[in-house]
């Protein structure tokens, strides 16, 4: 088991059995919340560098880390993961998921190593062919992260 979800205010912890997770209404999904008021496929759950972190497919109500609104956010042990108006304890140990060292930023940075430092600080604009190794590049990352919607026949989100 990867970590569990721990309902606020009573209920069956929800097992997390798999690196990458697909949370909804549907009886496809990896996770399945039967609530009028969540998504058929609401968001998505991932390891990434020890870490959980979750991304919004655009769901009608939403999902909060702590909260505050998200788009795509890493939860931290103990973060609570609201998605619609349902309230969850994030449990698990990013030592045993493979974390090493301190912890990778909040959101995942997807055009990171496709910048110069210069590009990165603001000192610098990025060229025509840079800004389309960028889109590549972000492209790729896209595809990776949404091979588990991919499998669930689930329409990825927009891209800007």
């Given at each position: 088991m990867l970590g569990e979800l721990i309902p606020q205010g009573g209920g069956d912890?929800?097992?997390?059995?798999?690196?990458?997770?697909l949370v909804g209404r549907r009886e496809s999904c990896d996770v399945?919340?039967?609530?009028?008021?969540?998504s058929a496929h609401h968001c998505q759950m991932m390891v990434v560098g020890g870490y959980w972190y979750v991304r919004d497919l655009k769901s009608r109500n939403g999902v909060k880390v702590?909260?505050?609104?998200?788009?795509?956010?890493?939860?931290?042990?103990?973060?609570?993961?609201?998605?619609?108006?349902?309230?969850?304890?994030?449990?698990?140990?990013?030592?045993?998921?493979g974390a090493v060292g301190p912890p990778p930023p909040e959101a995942l940075d997807t055009d990171v190593f496709g910048k110069s430092l210069l590009e990165r600080a603001g000192l610098q604009k990025a060229t025509p062919?840079?800004?389309?190794?960028?889109?590549s590049l972000l492209s790729e990352y896209r595809e990776l992260m949404d091979d588990a919607s991919k499998e669930k026949h689930v329409k990825p989100p927009e891209q800007p």
């Amino acid at each position: 088991m990867l970590g569990e979800l721990i309902p606020q205010g009573g209920g069956d912890p929800i097992p997390l059995l798999k690196k990458n997770l697909l949370v909804g209404r549907r009886e496809s999904c990896d996770v399945v919340l039967r609530f009028a008021n969540v998504s058929a496929h609401h968001c998505q759950m991932m390891v990434v560098g020890g870490y959980w972190y979750v991304r919004d497919l655009k769901s009608r109500n939403g999902v909060k880390v702590n909260g505050v609104r998200i788009t795509e956010r890493r939860v931290d042990p103990g973060d609570t993961l609201s998605i619609a108006k349902h309230n969850y304890e994030l449990r698990y140990s990013p030592m045993e998921l493979g974390a090493v060292g301190p912890p990778p930023p909040e959101a995942l940075d997807t055009d990171v190593f496709g910048k110069s430092l210069l590009e990165r600080a603001g000192l610098q604009k990025a060229t025509p062919t840079k800004e389309a190794e960028d889109r590549s590049l972000l492209s790729e990352y896209r595809e990776l992260m949404d091979d588990a919607s991919k499998e669930k026949h689930v329409k990825p989100p927009e891209q800007p």
